[in-house]
């Protein structure tokens, strides 16, 4: 991003979802796909906000996914590591970017996780199920994140979509 871009008005527009500011602001030459000094583009600093609105103008007017920020996260890592006091905003940025046509499912980030890994984890019950039988650089798959991490539900969601499943695969 260039300097303009980490000025406190684009800042706030993000915290605050002020998507009428943001559109503003893009009209009159910020640049969508410009990063910051830590790899955060305009698209991430939303996610990172809960600012599902201008989440969603920032993809209707194409800004770029599949982008890694600061600790090599993509858009969609990102979404599925915030905290739960955003449940109902990262389960509506999930499916906005889930809906992305660009959107690779298959991107893995510096640890062998994929975005599976990450939703069993952090307990995201997410309707895609790609790269199930993906392994991370441990050689564990997406079910034996959620086991470990406690997330039930998300292991009867599992099985319940796929009864073939077996937690003890390696």
Known sequence: MSEKTKTPIISNALKEDNVHLLKNKLFFGYNINAKDKFK????HLAI????????????AKKAAVN?????GDTELIIVLRIKNEFQQK????IKLLINVEEIDLKIKT???????HFACSFGNLTEVMQDLYTVDGEGYYPI????????IEVVKNLFNKYPQLDENMR
Do not use: D, F, P
Not at 67 to 71: E, I, K, L, V
Not at 90 to 93: A, H, M, S
Not at 144 to 151: E, F, K, N
């Open 90 to 93: 990262r389960e509506k940025i």
């Open 110 to 116: 510096w640890s062998e996780w994929n975005y599976l």
């Open 67 to 71: 982008r890694s920020h600061r600790n």
């Open 40 to 43: 955060n583009s305009l698209l």
């Open 144 to 151: 034996h994140r959620a086991i470990a991490c406690g997330h």
């Open 48 to 59: 990172e906000n809960g600012a599902v609105e201008c989440v969603k103008l920032l993809i």
